[in-house]
Each structure stands twice: as structure tokens, then as C-alpha cells.
């Protein structure tokens, strides 16, 4: 029974993927399938090196006028609201050269297929 309930495993794994899209580059902000947006507008995920500590990577966001909204359990990212009047693309140019920053990207939003 323990042998056959491995085989599930993988099948598994390819279902839970295949439930999450991927952005497609240079479609912008919105699908041309649904003219729906593919990310929430005035936030992105911010991405630092894991010797930045949580103070330090919270005042880099700060000083760029950025409000952490939460910071995720895995790696050392920050989901950022930006400014008001920012756009996603301003967002990721702003934060981009920011010492200890890996990646920055849209918050995308995921849809189930």
C-alpha cells in the first residue's frame, strides 16, 4: 500500500502546478484573453538577500514610501503597497536598485484553471 500511494505523488504535484498561471511577458498589466489585470495595481513583492535583516529590508521600503503588508514565512520577501499614484512598473524601477534586493515583482494574481 505504501508503494502504490508514491505513484500519487507526482500526479499530485503536476495538479497543484497546473493550477497556478504564469505570467506571459510583455503582455502588460491585462490579459488580452479577459482585458482582466494580471497583477493588484499599487503592489509588488520585494526579494532581499537573506543576510538583510528584517529592520534593515523594513526601512529600505519605508524610505522609498512603500507600507509592508506582510512579510512571507519563506526566503526574506516583502509584500509592498507603494505609493499612492505609483504605478507597478514605477514600483519595481523604485525599489530595484535598493541595496540587498534581489527581485522585484508584480504582485501577480493566481488563477485557478
Known amino acids: 500500500m505504501l508503494k502504490l500511494s508514491w505513484l500519487w505523488l507526482p500526479l499530485l504535484f503536476i495538479a497543484c502546478v497546473n493550477t497556478v ?8 498589466d491585462v490579459s488580452k484573453e479577459t482585458g482582466a489585470q494580471k497583477w493588484v495595481a499599487g503592489e509588488v513583492i520585494v526579494h532581499f538577500e537573506t543576510q538583510v535583516s528584517d529592520a ?7 524610505h522609498q514610501g512603500g507600507i509592508v503588508l506582510r512579510r512571507f514565512r519563506t ?14 512598473e514605477q514600483g519595481i524601477e523604485i525599489f ?4 540587498g534586493v534581489i527581485l522585484v515583482e ?7 484553471r
Open 106 to 112: 508584480p504582485n501577480y494574481r493566481l488563477k485557478r
Open 96 to 99: 530595484k536598485p535598493e541595496p
Open 56 to 62: 534593515i529590508a523594513r526601512q529600505r521600503i519605508e
Open 21 to 28: 498561471s504564469e505570467p506571459v511577458a510583455g503582455q502588460g
Open 75 to 88: 526566503g526574506n520577501s516583502y509584500h509592498v503597497e507603494l505609493p499612492d499614484g505609483l504605478s507597478v
